[in-house]
């Protein structure tokens, strides 16, 4: 007697944790600040486009996503053959790894950082490189330049990174893929991108170097988080490969239909971008006049460096109605939302003092 056989590759892997929802407390509002989502409701002009698409779910989805790619095509101003639409930019970055690693390799990434990171690299057998963000809760590129060895395959650069808020300065990210040896994938996850104060100018880097990707998603600044739609951009080989890994009918028709609707709109949702930006900037300075050291966020978030008090401050916040999400021992990430929302968070870190 035996038993089906489970990849040690697995063991030791963590689950994915995702944030949890915020439970009411003495007849409040309860809100959720715990998954970095948009608060904002879908557009009246993206529900319509999703409702229609519904009417066809009897029948799988455009596996080529043909609108969809056009509409990215257009929006970013590169060839179709440079893209691949997937399930979530998590998804992108699974498929990137399965499309690049084997038993062994390495994949270096700044640590704390996306909480995928680990579990992804894992999933493909591949090992973990972390190294250590600065003081200022940046990545400390320099420190991930010499971590790279004969078998790294890839490294990520998460800016703005998920969950201390800094980005990578676009001079600095230029600089560092220009001395990342020409065989190692630089995966530059931009999930945030849109938050940030100065773009990165990382999509043109996959222009002139056949060795970055570039991932976007519209889960954050486009409000898409509940429909799963995430994409690279990235030389046609490396593109190509991901579409060959990526899972068949992964993105569905609401997906797409959404998708090209938002990117439609997009004035109307970058308006929203622009009052969630100005209120992260408002609620981050608050909080740093309270006392609390803050590290710069150009993300729809922001860090509390919380070390030891970390599970204590994240009940006092469940208490109060406020899903917030703890990293034990580390820190507190605090999703942007609503004015009253970020107010509430001001509340409770005026209450408990820095
Ligand atoms: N990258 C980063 C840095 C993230 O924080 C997230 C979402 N939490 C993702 C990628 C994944 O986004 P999605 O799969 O929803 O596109």
């Known amino acids: 007697m035996g038993e089906p056989r489970i990849r040690t590759a697995l063991d030791g892997v963590p689950?994915?944790?995702?944030?949890?929802?915020?439970?009411?407390?003495?007849?409040?509002?309860?809100?959720?600040?715990?998954?970095?989502?948009?608060?904002?409701?879908?557009?009246p002009g993206v529900l319509a486009a999703v409702t229609e698409a519904a009417a066809r779910m009897n029948r799988y989805p455009d596996m080529g996503a043909v609108d969809l790619y056009a509409a990215l095509s257009r929006h970013h101003a590169v060839p179709v053959s440079d893209l691949a639409v997937a399930t979530g930019s998590v998804a992108v970055l699974y498929h990137l790894l399965q499309a690049t690693c084997e038993h062994g390799d390495e994949v270096v990434y700044a640590w704390r950082s996306f909480e995928a990171y680990p579990i992804a690299v894992r999933l493909v057998g591949a090992t973990p490189v972390e190294v250590p963000l600065t003081s200022a809760a940046e990545h400390d590129l320099e420190a991930m330049l010499a971590a790279i060895g004969e078998r790294t395959?890839?490294?990520?650069?998460?800016?703005?990174?998920?969950?201390?808020?800094?980005?990578?300065?676009s001079d600095a990210l230029a600089e560092f893929v220009a001395r990342v040896p020409e065989d190692v994938l630089v995966v530059v996850d931009e999930a945030y991108a849109e938050f940030a104060a100065k773009p990165t100018r990382a999509l043109e880097l996959t222009r002139t170097r056949d060795n970055v990707v570039v991932l976007r998603t519209f889960s954050k600044a486009y409000g898409l988080a509940g429909l799963r739609v995430g994409y690279a951009v990235a030389p046609a080989r490396i593109a190509s490969a991901v579409r060959k890994v990526a899972l068949p009918f992964g993105v569905s028709d609401l997906a797409q239909a959404a998708a090209v609707a938002s990117l439609d709109a997009e004035e109307e949702l970058l308006d929203r971008v622009d009052a969630l930006v100005a209120e992260r900037d408002r609620t981050v300075a608050a909080a740093r006049e309270l006392g609390w050291p803050v590290p710069d966020s150009q993300a729809n978030f922001f860090w509390l460096p919380t070390a030891g008090r970390t599970t204590e401050v994240a009940e006092v916040f469940a208490r109060d109605g406020l899903a917030v999400r703890p990293f034990a021992g580390d820190g507190i990430r605090v999703t942007i939302g609503e004015r009253d929302a970020n107010d509430r968070v001001l509340e409770v870190l005026r209450r408990l003092g820095s």
Not at 18 to 33: E, N, T
Not at 153 to 169: E, L
Request: proline share 22%.
């Open 153 to 169: 395959r890839v490294v990520v650069v998460c800016t703005p990174n998920n969950p201390t808020g800094p980005g990578v300065g």
């Open 15 to 43: 689950d994915y944790r995702p944030g949890r929802p915020p439970s009411a407390a003495d007849g409040r509002v309860p809100y959720k600040l715990s998954s970095n989502e948009n608060p904002y409701p879908p557009l």
